[in-house]
C-alpha cells in the first residue's frame, strides 16, 4: 500500500511565505513525476508544478517566479517552497506521484489548506 503524507499548510499573510512538504511511503519501485496540485473553493483542482524523477520542473503560469519545486529521491519527498503568496493562492494542496510498485499508479495526499489573508 502506498501513501502519500502531506504537511506545512496554514494561514499567512498576503506576501509572506510558506513551505509544504509530502513524503511517500509503501512497498515503492519507483516514483516517477511528482507535483502539487490545487483546489480552490468552487474551482476545478489545478496542477500547481510538477517534477521529474532527472529534476525536470514546470510551473503554471500563476506561480512562475514565485513557488519551487523539488524533490529528494532517496527520502521519496517532494516539497514546494511558495514565496510571494497571494489571496488568489488559497485553496487546498494536494501531494500527486506517479508511482511503480508491481504497475504504474497514480497517487494523491489527502491535502493540506492553505489560506493566504490578512
Known amino acids: 500500500q502506498v501513501q502519500l503524507v502531506e504537511s506545512g499548510g496554514g494561514l499567512v499573510q498576503p506576501g509572506g511565505s510558506l513551505r509544504l512538504s509530502c513524503a511517500a511511503s509503501?512497498?515503492?519501485?519507483?516514483?516517477?513525476?511528482m507535483g502539487w496540485y490545487r483546489q480552490a473553493p468552487g474551482e476545478e483542482r489545478e496542477l500547481v508544478a510538477s517534477?521529474?524523477?532527472?529534476?525536470?520542473?514546470n510551473y503554471a503560469d500563476s506561480v512562475k517566479g514565485r513557488f519551487t519545486i523539488s524533490r529528494d529521491n532517496y527520502q521519496k519527498t517532494v516539497s514546494l517552497q511558495m514565496n510571494s503568496l497571494k489571496p488568489e493562492d488559497t485553496a487546498v494542496y494536494y501531494c500527486?506521484?506517479?508511482?511503480?510498485?508491481?504497475?504504474?499508479?497514480?497517487?494523491w495526499g489527502q491535502g493540506t489548506q492553505v489560506t493566504v489573508s490578512s
Open positions: 500527486n506521484a506517479q508511482i511503480f510498485i508491481a504497475y504504474t499508479g497514480t497517487y
Open positions: 517534477i521529474s524523477s532527472g529534476g525536470d520542473t
Open positions: 509503501g512497498s515503492i519501485v519507483r516514483i516517477n513525476l
